[in-house]
């Protein structure tokens, strides 16, 4: 892979990493306080929430840091060993953790009462919402399985072939 790509790639994956952390930090919890000042109902559903999204938040950090390690043995020419399986399944696993989340939301958002203001956003629509990251979720996740299959058929190959040689 040519080395101006994999920096490009790198630097996205550090401003994504950084934005994630500003949005750990600043974005989510400020947002989470303003909706209850706007609507004081939701009180007893703002810290749940605010870890669920944070965590959610960590679970892309996670799988953006396999990327980049996956990046680095591509550079070094040794994604074709096992070594990379770990960092592939650190990719799948985080995946499912927030799929994972974004199903406990949407299961919690099906069977709780929670008030709603009339701005627009009700719970139907935050249940939508949960059910979409569950499903773009749950696709991701076995797309990555998909690819990690792939990638087990190109190691065995490529230690045949290197038997061969």
């Not at 399986?85 to 069977?111: E, N, P, Q, Y």
């Not at 629509?125 to 749950?138: I, R, W």
Request: aromatic fraction near 8%; glycine fraction near 6%.
């Amino acid at each position: 892979m040519h080395s101006l790509l994999v920096g490009i790639l790198r630097i996205g994956i550090a401003a994504a990493v950084l934005f994630g952390l500003f949005a750990q930090a600043v974005i989510i919890p400020t947002v989470a306080a303003d909706e209850v000042d706007l609507f004081p109902p939701y009180e007893p559903y703002a810290l749940p929430y605010v870890i669920a999204s944070i965590l959610g938040v960590a679970c892309v950090q996670v799988a953006l840091g396999a990327t980049w390690m996956l990046l680095s043995m591509v550079e070094r020419n040794a994604i074709f060993t096992r070594s990379a399986f770990r960092w592939v399944d650190m990719i799948i696993g985080a995946a499912t953790v927030a799929t994972v989340i974004a199903l406990g939301a949407a299961v919690h958002l099906t069977f709780a009462t929670i008030p709603s203001p009339d701005d627009g956003m009700d719970a139907e629509g935050a249940l939508l919402a949960a059910l979409a990251c569950v499903a773009v979720g749950a696709a991701f996740s076995m797309l990555v399985v998909i690819m990690r299959t792939l990638l087990g058929k190109a190691t065995e190959m490529q230690t045949e072939l290197a038997e061969v040689i």
